[in-house]
């Protein structure tokens, strides 16, 4: 069962909606709505963010550490050549 609610949108979002329904993208503007309504839940629902901070900090990323020791280097290199000076 839905429920219908009533919201407020701006004109250039509204005039998008109706090209969005003028391709045949969905049958009418609430369908729209309710689909894109239906996809931000499920990014920023509770289980996408504790899966997102999972996947994230599960494995350690070397890439990252690498790029970190690389940063760290130049730091400490730039640091000598200005005190050179």
Same mark, same amino acid.
């Given at each position: 069962?839905? =429920?219908? =609610?009533? *919201?407020?949108?701006?004109? #250039?979002? @509204? $005039?998008? /909606? &109706?090209?969005?329904? &003028?391709?045949? =993208?969905?049958?009418?503007?609430?369908? /729209? @709505?309710? #689909? *894109?309504? *239906?996809?931000?839940?499920? +990014?920023?629902?509770?289980?996408? =963010?504790?899966?997102? %901070?999972? +996947?994230? %900090?599960? !494995?350690? &990323?070397? $890439?990252? !550490?690498?790029? /970190? !020791?690389?940063?760290?280097?130049?730091? @400490?290199?730039?640091? /000598? $050549? !200005? #005190?050179?000076?």
């Amino acid at each position: 069962m839905s =429920i219908p =609610i009533t *919201a407020r949108l701006n004109e #250039s979002v @509204v $005039a998008a /909606l &109706d090209r969005a329904v &003028d391709a045949g =993208i969905a049958p009418t503007r609430g369908a /729209l @709505v309710a #689909s *894109a309504v *239906a996809e931000w839940l499920k +990014r920023h629902g509770e289980e996408a =963010i504790v899966e997102s %901070y999972r +996947r994230r %900090y599960a !494995d350690p &990323d070397s $890439a990252h !550490d690498e790029l /970190l !020791d690389k940063f760290a280097a130049f730091s @400490v290199a730039a640091c /000598l $050549a !200005d #005190s050179e000076r």
